[in-house]
């Protein structure tokens, strides 16, 4: 909606003979301005992101809505120079978005459009006089580049705290150890080991034989893409320290590749008992703790 | 043989020696320890020991070195030698500073520890377990 409020009017009526002297009075002109031709500017803001391929990940309406609220954010920042709320604005607006695969670059992409727009609009404003031009441009480039540089320091500490967050989620949910039957552990090793995991798998392992007063351990490890000399040599010691508290471990699910590594580094698998996929080992455990699985005869007939 | 203060106790059981350490010792009680043991295991006629290390947080590599030579000992007298109670720290301290476990033979607690002499290849999972006793 176009502002067609009587001070506005006013303003720009004034404008060739406003006391140019006046610098503090050029950013709420300019504020005005803005507001006035604000449905055109963010239409034309919404057609350059959309002929940029920004932002594809959303709809139509969720754009427009979003937009908006930039648009009018940002003409906010400008007038009162506070960068706070814009910062938790941005913030707020990059959880919504992260989720969605949106990009720092479309994030970065949309600020630095509108900058341009609002920029070309004041070009075409003030085009008749240079001289205020230039004293226009000076007042509003800085506010608009720490705008963008809000905005895009917003999203990518969003992002970093995303990351944070998942790799916590991840650490504290990929260690799993779990009882299957009395005295025997299954520890499913998922995604990438590093030294730091390994470490810390080992302690919760350990701390579980005793807990459940496990005889056997199956430790698979189908779910781990690959593993390093540090992490070989560590499982190697996890065998060890689960043997020293009375616990036997069965390695499964080694993949070719690992198997490959394993071999290749030299690691001294010895001690290892690996058995093909987490089912033999699981067969393999049963056997050495006595037990003898059978199907019940009246089942399925 | 002189036991001296009371930093380790030798019951036995039936066939077996328990030796259960209540301290820390230093390197001297374990050499004393280790002769103790010895004596015993002839005196006795004992066919398996168990030492139980529970209250231990530390077990350095002399404490190591020295089981690992008990164990052989007693072995050549005529009984096997179990280690149990050995604790979730220390058992990764021993590994991560690369101390000789691979001849010593462990269990969990006691318990396990008199099942693994009984049974060695083949514990039978059946028998309902208590709560691991440590001495």
């Given at each position: 909606m176009t502002q067609d409020s009587p001070s506005a009017k006013k303003l720009s009526a004034d404008f060739p003979t406003i006391d140019r002297a006046d610098e503090e009075q050029l950013l709420p002109q300019l504020v005005s301005h803005l507001r006035e031709h604000r449905t055109r500017l963010r239409q034309d803001w919404a057609g350059r992101i959309d002929g940029a391929h920004l932002?594809?990940?959303?709809?139509p309406q969720e754009m427009a809505a979003e937009t908006t609220s930039v648009y009018d954010n940002y003409v906010e920042v400008l007038e009162t120079g506070s960068v706070e709320a814009l910062q938790h604005y941005a913030r707020d607006l990059s959880e919504r978005i992260i989720p969605r695969g949106v990009e720092t670059h479309e994030v970065v992409g949309i600020v630095l459009l509108l900058r341009d727009v609002l920029a070309r609009s004041l070009f075409e404003k003030y085009q008749g006089d240079f001289a205020y031009l230039n004293r226009v441009l000076d007042a509003y480039e800085p506010a608009a580049n720490r705008i963008a540089n809000t905005v895009a320091v917003s999203f990518v500490e969003e992002r970093e705290r995303v990351i944070r967050q998942q790799q916590d989620a991840i650490r504290e949910l990929s260690t799993p150890v779990l009882p299957v039957r009395e005295r025997l552990l299954i520890l499913p090793i998922i995604g990438v080991l590093d030294s730091e995991r390994a470490r810390q798998l080992t302690e919760q392992l350990l701390i579980a034989i005793r807990t459940h007063r496990a005889q056997v351990v199956v430790v698979d490890i189908t779910g781990a893409p690959d593993v390093d000399e540090t992490v070989a040599n560590h499982l190697v010691r996890t065998v060890d320290a689960s043997r020293l508290m009375g616990a036997s471990v069965i390695i499964t699910g080694v993949s070719p590749e690992i198997a490959q590594t394993l071999v290749t580094i030299g690691v001294d698998l010895n001690k290892m008992n690996t058995i093909g996929d987490l089912q033999g080992g699981l067969e393999a455990a049963e056997r050495m703790l006595g037990y003898t699985v059978t199907r019940s005869e009246e089942k399925g007939g | 043989m002189d036991a001296g203060p009371a930093l380790f106790s030798i019951l036995r059981q039936g066939d077996y020696l328990i030796a259960s350490i209540h301290t820390a010792l230093d390197d001297s009680q374990m050499l004393r320890l280790q002769q103790d043991l010895i004596d015993q295991v002839g005196r006795h006629r004992a066919r398996g020991v168990i030492i139980d290390v529970a209250p231990l947080d530390v077990i350095d590599s002399f404490a190591t070195a020295t089981l690992r030579n008990l164990a052989e000992m007693t072995r050549l007298r005529g009984a096997r030698t179990v280690i149990v109670g050995i604790q979730p720290d220390v058992a990764y301290a021993m590994v991560e500073l690369g101390m000789n476990t691979a001849t010593i033979e462990t269990a969990l607690d006691l318990e396990e520890g008199l099942r693994h002499l009984n049974r060695p290849r083949s514990p039978d999972p059946s028998r309902p377990h208590s709560v691991g006793l440590f001495g």
């Open positions: 932002l594809q990940a959303m709809t | -």
